[in-house]
């Protein structure tokens, strides 16, 4: 018998796989003691152990935990809130809380704040009693002194912040309290839909009062203490190895994978997250989706094109596209669906959507100055969140990210290559020159040579700056798709801090924000940042990310959306989940693309596996769908070098599988066993900036409050750095316009903060009053200057011509005073969005963000334009045209005041 037949016979009884698993010796090499241990937690083969917590695999189909979040259990007593009106934070300036020793009181007496009036704080005087925590179920009643506020709109008409902003009467819908300890929240955006937090004046006097329970058992945050198998998954991929832990979080992730799909056949985002979203579902495809569910995958995305045929952005910062603008992660998703399954029919369904929606981010997005895409931090969508408080929805539009571009890079790379395939070569042209600069304006606007990774964000007005802070999504996704390279990408994994519990979603923190994109873990973050460990070659930052994704879904017994930086703890962020689409997508893709190293290119599927040495043994992964092929995949042995790779016994040339195989086979792959180059691990305490400073300016002096624990503050001049010391004053020297902002740098690992609102000084603007531009509106609205306003909607005013005068020529900033009542800061998709032009040149455009719900007598300014004009009269356009349609896409709408006209070179 020849050695094909002897061979093919093999081939055909599985005797081949069984005698390549045989050859590991079924788990031989595995570690007996712990895989990986910090000071916060350590792993092992079949369990994880964090102090007194601990969880086990009973079997690959069983888990146990005894985890309890201790949340609940030590909470202060001491309570910090603030009021707030309409839903803002607007009551105190930032770091000036209200406290309340909430102790219980005697018998039969009511607990209750002294009346506190608004915007004046109140501090508690007590020292909080060692040992003493908050009692479940303490009442306390909240009273608060509206009598200011009140006087001032019969007065006046409106009521004046701390802020300087303007509250008028008719404006004025409620008042409500945020704060720490639930179900108080600092979650401003988000109180209106929290009326237990509003307070209400009964007898009309003016104080206002409202009553709630702190502490309240329903409130404790508990998980289940067994997982035990209850779907069938067995026509999913299965996985099998040395290690009882991985084998059962792999299986727990199956199941939830199956229960995230609905009714309809879409996703799911997460058991508390119904529907779909356009970030959740694209990042949950590319990580393990298209692989498993791809049928589902597409569906998903197709719920996510509007009826005009291009991507939707979820709703979110001021009313969504374009103060948000990564909706085009969709097409990353849809390029890893058509690499899957190699379906043409789906490529030309998705090939014009991007194509348009590109188109339109071109015009409303890119920045022509840098290359680099505008809006805000891609799925960090909670503004104070990971922006100072100071920027506003229009600012978040303004800012540059470093995720954000990432994924913009991205989609163009992507849509290039979809132009190529189907013929159309000038598209593909256009968008490999649109992916190269910004790959070109990030590696040189946004790196950070003495740190080592990229910067979180350009930011400011109309001198950016770049926060120093990394930014983690963006980080691992500047290496994975090549941004950054290979001598970078090294250094970015290298030197990007992390801290014990996994890489935090922004570092340093944020002070006086608490948990959910500041100070927070995200599992998927972590499959994304293993993602650039391996393709970096780095096994000490692989091994921690493999870590902190197992032991948060093993402690917990299900895949949640986060948890705190700072104690693993998923009770503390601001909202969670359970069975969440993407952390569990995360989880099954640390196997698929990670441990067996499966990459789909358009014709192959490429195999490049990456096994830390503590997770070295045999693994196998069988029952695995490609195209029409069935896999049966047996690895074993560590390190990121393959040292032979077999299809049904014969050598696999380029350790790759064409995509016309069919049938099923068996594929055999032995590492070398040897370990990659050392490199380190950044990992740091958890820390925390100072906060970002509060300047005036008022005398020819800007002033500031001195901060504790803070060695200096910096002093930036239209961007630049003019001036480092420990003063917390500064004199302005005369001259033309300028803009200044202050930083402070303090702590042991002198951190830098926030910069602070940009000062703008100089010479006075012009303005061109709304008069002076088209009939002005009836309707009833205040805090307009001149003799009006006008409307400007898809119908009023689509066209206006700006005729400018200026007295010398040079460069002009451009932007309007405005209103959007259609919506409030944080959601919705009603952003208003118009083109500024010169002739047919054109010049920016103009997003004009909601501001609040019907709040039309909220006014503030828009993003500013910058246009040369020469000395004289010009006459410019702001129109309403295709390209500018929203989410919404009826409701196109704002109010005009004037246009500000500020000459700055």
């Known amino acids: 018998m020849t050695y094909s037949i002897i061979l093919g016979a093999l081939v055909a009884s599985g005797i081949l796989l069984a005698s390549c698993q045989s050859r590991s010796g079924g788990g031989a090499g595995a570690p007996a003691g712990a895989i990986w241990q910090s000071e916060a937690y350590s792993l092992y083969r079949d369990r994880v152990v964090q102090g007194a917590h601990h969880a086990r695999a009973v079997s690959a189909t069983e888990l146990t935990s005894n985890y309890r979040s201790p949340a609940s259990e030590t909470q202060s007593p001491l309570i910090t809130f603030k009021f707030s009106l309409n839903g803002k934070d607007n009551e105190l300036p930032p770091g000036q809380d209200n406290t309340f020793l909430a102790l219980p009181p005697a018998a039969g007496a009511t607990l209750e704040t002294p009346v506190i009036v608004f915007g004046q704080r109140y501090v508690e005087p007590r020292a909080v009693p060692a040992g003493q925590y908050l009692a479940p179920n303490t009442k306390l009643k909240i009273k608060l002194d509206m009598r200011p506020v009140l006087a001032a709109f019969a007065k006046q008409g409106f009521y004046t912040t701390f802020k300087g902003e303007k509250i008028y009467k008719q404006d004025f819908k409620q008042v409500l309290v945020a704060g720490s300890a639930a179900p108080l929240s600092w979650d401003f955006d988000n109180l209106v839909n929290k009326p237990e937090l509003a307070l209400h004046d009964a007898d009309g006097d003016g104080i206002y009062e409202v009553t709630l329970t702190l502490n309240a058992p329903q409130d404790a ?27 059962a979080l792999y299986n727990l992730a199956l199941e939830e994978a199956r229960r995230a799909v609905e009714p309809d056949s879409t ?15 694209s990042y949950s495809i590319i990580l393990a989706q298209a692989t498993l569910q791809p049928k589902v995958a597409m569906k998903s995305l197709l719920r996510k094109v509007s009826p005009e045929g291009r991507i939707i952005q979820d709703t979110g910062t001021g009313g969504a596209y374009p103060c948000s603008s990564d909706r085009v992660i969709w097409a990353v998703a849809a390029w890893e669906i058509y690499k899957v399954t190699g379906d043409e029919a789906w490529l030309r369904k998705v090939y014009p959507i991007i194509k348009k929606s590109l188109a339109e981010d071109f015009q409303n997005v890119y920045d022509p100055t840098t290359g680099l895409a505008r809006g805000e931090s891609s799925f960090l969508d909670w503004r104070e969140q990971t922006y100072p408080r100071w920027m506003q929805p229009v600012d978040i539009y303004e800012s540059e990210n470093l995720g954000t571009n990432a994924v913009h890079f991205q989609a163009n790379t992507v849509l290039a290559l979809m132009a190529r395939h189907v013929g159309e070569t ?38 950016p700056v770049t926060s120093l802070r990394a930014e983690a999504l963006g980080e691992a996704l500047s290496v994975w798709f090549g941004i950054a390279d290979a001598d970078r990408a090294k250094t970015v994994v290298a030197k990007t801090p992390t801290v014990p519990f996994g890489i935090s979603c922004i570092y340093p923190q944020i002070p006086g924000i608490s948990p959910y994109h500041n100070d927070a873990v995200w599992p998927f973050v972590q499959t994304f940042w293993a993602l650039a460990a391996a393709k970096a070659g780095n096994e000490a930052s692989l091994t921690e990310s493999i870590a902190a994704i197992y032991r948060p879904a093993a402690l917990f017994l299900t895949n949640k959306e986060n948890f705190v930086a700072g104690n693993g703890d998923f009770s503390g962020t601001q909202i969670n989940s359970s069975n969440m689409l993407w952390s569990l997508s995360g989880s099954l893709g640390l196997v698929y693309k990670i441990l067996f190293g499966l990459h789909y290119e358009t014709d192959r599927l490429v195999f490049q596996p990456f096994v830390p040495q503590v997770f070295q043994g045999a693994r196998q992964l069988t029952n695995f769908k490609y195209r029409k092929a069935v896999l049966d995949i047996d690895l074993e042995g560590f390190g990121n070098v393959i040292k032979s790779i077999t299809l049904d016994g014969q050598p696999l040339a380029g350790a790759a599988l064409p995509a016309t195989l069919a049938g099923r086979h068996a594929v055999c792959i032995v590492l070398s066993s040897q370990a990659p180059a050392p490199a380190r691990v950044h990992r740091v305490e958890n820390r925390f900036s100072p906060a970002t400073p509060e300047v005036t300016y008022a005398n020819g002096r800007l002033t500031w409050p001195a901060q504790e624990g803070v060695q200096e503050y910096k002093v930036l001049k239209n961007g630049v750095l003019d001036a480092t010391g420990p003063a917390t004053e500064y004199a302005v020297t005369p001259g033309p316009y300028a803009e200044y902002q202050v930083l402070a740098v303090g702590g042991r690992a002198h951190l830098e903060s926030f910069a602070s609102e940009p000062l703008p000084v100089g010479e006075p603007a012009i303005e061109l009053q709304a008069e002076a531009l088209a009939t002005l509106s009836a309707l009833p609205y205040q805090g307009f200057t001149g003799k009006g306003f006008i409307e400007i909607s898809t119908t009023q005013n689509p066209h206006l011509n700006l005729p400018i005068t200026v007295p010398e020529a040079g460069f002009y900033a451009l932007d309007f005073r405005y209103a959007n009542g259609n919506g409030p800061t944080n959601t919705n998709n009603k952003c208003a969005i118009r083109t500024l032009r010169q002739g047919s040149t054109l010049l920016g455009t103009v997003v004009l963000p909601q501001r609040g719900v019907e709040e039309w007598s909220n006014w503030g300014f828009t993003n500013a334009v910058l246009v040369r004009l020469p000395k004289g009269t010009s006459t410019l356009t702001l129109a309403y045209e295709p390209a500018n349609t929203n989410m919404n896409g009826a409701v196109n709408q704002a109010m005009l005041d004037y246009l500000r006209v500020r000459r700055v070179q």
């Open 267 to 281: 996703f799911r985002t997460g058991k508390e997250w119904a529907g779909v979203w356009t970030r959740d579902i």
């Open 426 to 463: 000038a598209v593909a042209e256009r968008h490999e020159q649109a992916a190269a600069a910004i790959k070109a304006g990030l590696n040189q606007y946004l790196w950070q040579e003495q740190a080592g990774y990229y910067g979180q964000f350009r930011y400011g007005r109309l001198f």
């Open 221 to 247: 945050k508990a998980t289940a203490q067994r997982w035990k198998k209850s779907l069938n998954t067995d026509d999913f991929p299965q996985y099998k190895s040395a290690y009882p832990l991985a084998d």
